[in-house]
Nanobody, 122 residues
Framework: QVQLVESGGGLVQAGGSLRLSCAAS????????MGWYRQAPGKQRELVAS???????NYADSVKGRFTISRDHAKNTVYLQMNSLKSEDTAVYYC????????????????WGQGTRVTVSS
């Protein structure tokens, strides 16, 4: 019903930048929260940044001042601009969106992207 397609991952040197994108398609009425998560080898998945439909943002302490999340409502897309990348940012990054499915009944659905790998070399 909802598909998320991510792009923008890759290999970058420490101090470099990358921009991740995640576009949603399918049958839904609206998208509420959007977010980026990451999972490093041997670690649990963690929230990196999130943004509400009204534009309020939240960041993990480890990325504050370096990463910026934004969204394009018309394109159903969320972005993550990552600057001053560090080796500890190496992980698979996943986008997540909370969508409202058409009804009745009208119900929310959390959708996840397939993940995009970010590798930061020191």
């Amino acid at each position: 019903q909802v598909q998320l397609v991510e792009s923008g991952g890759g290999l970058v040197q420490a101090g470099g930048s990358l921009r991740l994108s995640c576009a949603a398609s399918g049958s839904f009425l609206s998208i509420n929260d959007m977010g980026w998560y990451r999972q490093a080898p041997g670690k649990q998945r963690e929230l990196v940044a999130s943004i509400t439909s009204g534009g309020s943002t939240n960041y993990a302490d480890s990325v504050k001042g370096r990463f910026t999340i934004s969204r394009d409502h018309a394109k159903n897309t969320v972005y993550l601009q990552m600057n001053s990348l560090k080796s500890e940012d190496t992980a698979v990054y996943y986008c997540k969106m909370t969508t409202l499915l058409a009804g009745p009944p009208f119900r929310p659905l959390d959708a996840w992207g397939q993940g995009t790998r970010v590798t930061v070399s020191s």
